[in-house]
């Protein structure tokens, strides 16, 4: 299985669809920063990419400080001791492990492998995404040729999982489901029990599911079951992706790893690049991992946000979800355009719009002090009647 034998196989089949396509939605989409919004303040306060406004841990801060005068070596043993702490923190072995830069890098290789196999076997096959959610795993597989099946929310705004399960079932062919929990832009939390009855009852040949938990850190509904579980019961079929991007305030940094059974990650190899993260990314993943004091601080002061802002639009009247991340997705009353343009104008840059939900808004839960300057803005959009 390598790059040449899968340019090989998309031409034969589809006739080089699959890889024009696919470089050609690399090319137009060029970086996730170049969704954000231009703003004529000088320091606008970034509320739109669900970053975490502390910074990274002062433990990956010194582990970063140290390892400076090794960097002219290769990072495979920095690389294999992050593995080995992600494998202890889940009670998995390493070879569980997939470091990917970023968490996007594992959706590409994922949907890269899976779309390969589904050639190879002769198959049909399809990606099956809520909508909204995270746009990733249906771009590339948009990019690639192969038909997106996107879901609407259902009444609460949480994934529907019974006509996503029917739009597989009446698939001839693999499909892959993407599974966003908590879900993107919402921040809502579809139950565990739910998707659990769905990726057990159903024939794991023709349903992968790939079950994306950017901001399990910051869940605090207890019912909440996490997809490594399925890891643990061993199924070939599911794949958990992570990142340290959000609670770890790693987003520049690009680093993000799989959790999947042995052979899926051994069948994940050939779609990754060899030493995909630096050094002095691998020990800032590793000391943030070991940096408990951060993570419970990162989780108190997203709390105390969240509280900050729920307060105030309950006192305004405004409609927002329950959230289980670090945004919130609130309801306004103007044009969307105009409501993201006023607030770039008060020097916020705020999430870009999210069709069909095009009077709901999604903005990031900075830290205390910057949602009070947010909701300082909030108020007066109240009094235009904007939210």
Known sequence: MNRRDLLKLSGTLFAGSILTQGFATTQALGSIADLGLPTSVDDPLFLHFNENSL???????????????????????????????????????????????????????????????????GQKVQLISPDPSFFLAASHAEGMGIPVINVPLDKAFCMDLAKMKQAADSFDGISIIYLCNPNNPTGTLTNSSAIADWVTTVDAKKNFFMVDEAYAEYITDKSFVSGTSFIREGRENVIVLRTFSKIFAMAGM????????????????????????STLTAVAGTASLKDNAFIVHSRAVNANSLGITTETFDALGIEYLPSQGNFLFHKIKCDQQQYIDGMASEGIIVGRPFPPLLQWSRVTLGTPEEMNQFLAVIQKFKKKAWV
Do not use: W
């Open 254 to 277: 690009r680093l993000g790893y799989s959790l999947s059974t042995e052979s899926l990650a051994n069948e994940l190899v050939p779609y990754m690049a060899v030493e995909n993260i």
């Open 55 to 121: 910074g990274i841990s002062p433990k990956a801060k010194n582990a970063i400080i140290d390892v400076l005068s090794n960097v002219n070596r290769y990072p495979d043993s920095y690389i294999k001791e992050l593995q080995n702490t992600i494998a202890d923190t889940f009670k998995m072995s390493a070879a569980q492990v997939t470091i990917g830069a970023g968490s996007s890098d594992l959706i590409r290789a994922t949907v890269n492998l899976q779309v390969y196999k589904a050639i190879k076997n």
